[in-house]
Every structure is written in structure tokens, then in C-alpha cells.
């Protein structure tokens, strides 16, 4: 059993172990659990298997199962763009399965893949419905229109905020990801005369 503090990538699409080896969910009720628990964060109950079981539940069943092996405290990376409340809900149910329990976004997280300076780097998250740019705040921009158009969308604020280093975010686990990076990264580097260094990540 491991003393170190466990972390934890919580969404956009998963629920899984970072440190030590990955936590690979097999049984399928598990999977189901962390779905439900994401899908259902802004709720306060889920239907899971045509049951009506409380999200708060959920989470602490997702992150015990995650943190499986650690006696220690917990942290919780999540998405940048997620609200108050969705973190709050993340931190209670850290609190209930681990005692200590601290949160990071995925930005804090990706800002140190960064050669510029924290105020001088842009990290893109891709998400299903939405791409987040952040360097002090976040700004989204909808899935809604066709791959090319979203990426000319964020290549345009990217450029108004002239960084000197771009990051993308680009979870396996979300669909379309890899190829709107793809598009991203090629609309970043073609706006103005001066190009940011552009690095697409995988996965955190």
C-alpha cells in the first residue's frame, strides 16, 4: 500500500489513476459508476441501471475505486473550465473516501510541458461540447459547428492574446480530439507574422 498522495485525472471523459500504474476500469457496473458520475456531475441524482442513486455516491465509489492501494491524501485534476460546483462536488467526495483531498486543473497541471512563462502560455482543452483556451481566464468555444470553423474560432482568440506558447490538451477519451488539434494547431500557427510555439498533448 502506497503513502504518497494519489492523483487522480477527474474528466472530461474519464476517472483514472495517474500516478503509480494506470487504473484501468474492467468491471463493467465500475464503468458504468464513473460514467453515471460524470455525465450526472450538475445533478444530484443519476439513474444507474434504472436505479436512482445520489451523485455525491457516485464520486466516492469512482475515486475509492481509483485511489484503490493509497493510504494517503488525494489529488484531483480536472478540467479547467469546470465550475465551482462541479469542483466542490469532486472535493467532498475526495473528502468522504480520502480525508485530505486538494484539486488542480488541467492547466496547472499541462503549464509545466511549457518552455514560456505561465503568463506568457495558452493551454486549449478539448472537451466534447466545447474547446477552453486559458492563460489567466477561460474562454470557451462551442463544438457546434464543423471541426474547421471551431478551430478558426479558437485560432482567433488564441491570436488576440498573442502567447508565446500554445498547449493542446487532447484526452484520448473524448471523441474528435486528436483531428481538431490537428486543426487547431495547423490555424494557430497560420494566424499573423510571428507563430507561437505550438505542442499538442496526448493525454496528461
Known amino acids: ?6 492523483i487522480v485525472e477527474a474528466g472530461p471523459g474519464v476517472i483514472r489513476r495517474l500516478c503509480c500504474a494506470t487504473n484501468t476500469v474492467a468491471d463493467t457496473e465500475l464503468a458504468d459508476t464513473v460514467q453515471a458520475a460524470l455525465d450526472a456531475i450538475d445533478d444530484q441524482v443519476a439513474l444507474v441501471g434504472e436505479r436512482p442513486v445520489a451523485v455525491e455516491a457516485l464520486w466516492e465509489t469512482a475515486l475509492r475505486s481509483a485511489i484503490r492501494g493509497h ?14 460546483a462541479r469542483v466542490a462536488v469532486l472535493r467532498a467526495a475526495g473528502a468522504a473516501v480520502a480525508g485530505e483531498v486538494r484539486t488542480r ?4 497541471l ?3 510541458a511549457s518552455s ?4 506568457a502560455t495558452a493551454v486549449i482543452e478539448i472537451a466534447e461540447r466545447l474547446v477552453a483556451i486559458t492563460t489567466g481566464e477561460v474562454t470557451a468555444v462551442p463544438r457546434n459547428a464543423e471541426p474547421r470553423s471551431v478551430a478558426r474560432d479558437v485560432a482567433g482568440i488564441v491570436a488576440g492574446m498573442s502567447p508565446a506558447s500554445v498547449l493542446i490538451d487532447t484526452p484520448s477519451t473524448v471523441p474528435g480530439a486528436s483531428a481538431l488539434a490537428t486543426l487547431i494547431a495547423a490555424a494557430v500557427r497560420g494566424c499573423g507574422q510571428s507563430s507561437p510555439n505550438t505542442l499538442e498533448l496526448n493525454d496528461i
Open 1 to 6: 500500500m502506497s503513502g504518497h498522495a494519489a
Open 105 to 108: 486543473t488541467r492547466t496547472a
Open 116 to 119: 514560456a512563462a505561465r503568463d
Open 71 to 84: 493510504c494517503g491524501a488525494l489529488v484531483v485534476v480536472h478540467p479547467s473550465w469546470w465550475s465551482a
Open 110 to 112: 499541462l503549464m509545466r
